[in-house]
């Protein structure tokens, strides 16, 4: 909606249409077999009749006047003349429909400007803790995050997005796509235990930098959710990090709940820190719901959006049925021509 874009200036999409109309046969070979009537007349053994013995009769006009009218000559005429354009109507419209015109309309091209932005979400055991509030209630790491990247994802419009779930292992929920929703349901139904019970942060920017490395230096992104140390994995996350420069990656890191420490086991602070100062990213300490919301505008003002993958939609208007009928009453006026020939007869 124009409204919703003018209320967030930070959405940004271009959409080049090309409206083009034009006029085409799906099967234009099929064209090659309307000359066969003719073929098959020239080719026809009639022509070797004429080898065959033959009775003259030079007065055979004359026979014909004996016995037959002017006018009914003259009727006879015209029905072999439409006889013959009947046969040529039935089988160009048989061709024709074989061949499938169609009009090719509404030629739209799309093309849309936006960020690649990897989520990378912990689904450790320790994001069971319910340390946060919403509307005065308790609720858990994890549903603060889904409360909190639900709002942010309806927000991205035009910005291709993938998820990554990660703890004991880093799983590819979704590769990058422009279908926001797909990645709100994925969210939404992610629960703790689906990846494991540890942290294995290194891996999940791993198999980040393996999905966004082929797209434009320029709108890499990766924003990483964790509320805990890496306990897991086979990447270290200060090496993750290391590859993701080498990348151009940048990524932003968001610890969920309290800084490790002498009251107990929380996230690395340190090593997030170290990992958006390496990449270029931006550490935020997601104490409250509002985390996310700075990371958004952060990401506004550093990166540049770049163009994604033109779409072509070809809107197609099947119009073999006008040929085919044209074939069918012809050949119907072919029946009726008979019929009336038989009653001269």
């Given at each position: 909606?124009?409204?919703?874009?003018?209320?967030?200036p930070?959405?940004?999409?271009?959409?080049?249409?090309?409206?083009?109309?034009?006029?085409?046969?799906?099967?234009?070979?099929?064209?090659?077999?309307?000359?066969?009537?003719?073929?098959?007349?020239?080719?026809?053994?009639?022509?070797?009749?004429?080898?065959?013995?033959?009775?003259?009769?030079?007065?055979?006009?004359?026979?014909?006047?004996?016995?037959?009218?002017?006018?009914?000559?003259?009727?006879?005429?015209?029905?072999?003349?439409?006889?013959?354009?009947?046969?040529?109507?039935?089988?160009?419209?048989?061709v024709?429909?074989?061949?499938?015109?169609?009009?090719?309309?509404?030629?739209?091209?799309?093309?849309?400007?936006?960020?690649?932005?990897?989520?990378?979400?912990?689904?450790?055991?320790?994001?069971?803790?319910?340390?946060?509030?919403?509307?005065?209630?308790?609720?858990?790491?994890?549903?603060?995050v889904?409360?909190?990247?639900?709002?942010?994802?309806?927000?991205?419009?035009?910005?291709?997005i993938?998820?990554?779930?990660?703890a004991?292992?880093?799983y590819?929920?979704?590769?990058?796509?422009l279908?926001?929703?797909?990645?709100?349901s994925?969210?939404?139904?992610?629960?703790?235990?689906?990846?494991?019970?540890?942290?294995?942060?290194g891996?999940?920017?791993?198999l980040?930098?393996?999905?966004?490395?082929?797209?434009?230096?320029?709108?890499?992104?990766?924003?990483l959710?964790?509320?805990?140390?890496?306990?897991?994995?086979?990447?270290?996350?200060?090496?993750?990090?290391?590859?993701?420069?080498?990348?151009?990656?940048?990524?932003?890191?968001?610890?969920?709940?309290?800084?490790?420490?002498?009251?107990?086991?929380?996230?690395?602070?340190?090593?997030?820190?170290?990992?958006?100062?390496?990449?270029?990213?931006?550490?935020?300490?997601?104490?409250?719901?509002?985390?996310?919301?700075?990371?958004?505008?952060?990401?506004?003002?550093?990166?540049?959006?770049?163009?994604?993958?033109?779409?072509?939609?070809?809107?197609?208007?099947?119009?073999?049925?006008?040929?085919?009928?044209?074939?069918?009453l012809?050949?119907?006026?072919?029946?009726?021509?008979?019929?009336?020939?038989?009653?001269?007869?």
């Amino acid at each position: 909606m124009l409204e919703s874009r003018a209320e967030y200036p930070y959405i940004a999409q271009q959409f080049k249409t090309k409206n083009v109309i034009m006029f085409s046969f799906q099967y234009p070979w099929f064209a090659l077999l309307l000359p066969i009537p003719i073929l098959v007349w020239w080719l026809w053994p009639q022509r070797q009749a004429s080898h065959l013995p033959q009775i003259r009769m030079p007065n055979l006009a004359f026979l014909q006047q004996a016995f037959q009218t002017a006018g009914v000559t003259s009727v006879r005429n015209r029905w072999v003349i439409l006889r013959w354009v009947l046969l040529w109507l039935t089988w160009i419209g048989f061709v024709l429909a074989a061949m499938s015109p169609q009009w090719v309309d509404k030629h739209i091209e799309v093309r849309q400007s936006g960020y690649d932005l990897m989520l990378a979400v912990d689904l450790s055991e320790s994001m069971l803790q319910d340390d946060f509030t919403l509307r005065q209630r308790q609720i858990t790491r994890l549903q603060a995050v889904k409360a909190v990247l639900v709002p942010f994802i309806d927000k991205r419009v035009g910005d291709r997005i993938g998820l990554i779930l990660f703890a004991d292992h880093a799983y590819l929920q979704s590769p990058l796509t422009l279908d926001n929703q797909a990645i709100k349901s994925f969210i939404e139904r992610s629960e703790i235990g689906m990846a494991g019970q540890k942290t294995a942060i290194g891996d999940s920017i791993g198999l980040a930098i393996k999905k966004l490395r082929e797209r434009p230096e320029d709108s890499r992104v990766l924003i990483l959710l964790t509320d805990g140390e890496n306990t897991a994995g086979k990447l270290s996350p200060l090496k993750a990090a290391e590859l993701a420069k080498q990348y151009n990656i940048q990524i932003y890191t968001i610890g969920v709940g309290q800084v490790s420490g002498m009251f107990g086991r929380g996230f690395d602070e340190q090593t997030l820190r170290e990992i958006a100062k390496m990449t270029g990213g931006a550490y935020f300490s997601a104490t409250n719901l509002n985390a996310l919301s700075q990371v958004y505008d952060t990401i506004d003002k550093n990166l540049q959006k770049t163009e994604a993958d033109s779409r072509i939609y070809l809107q197609r208007t099947h119009l073999y049925r006008i040929p085919l009928v044209m074939g069918l009453l012809a050949l119907f006026g072919l029946y009726i021509l008979r019929l009336r020939v038989y009653e001269l007869h």
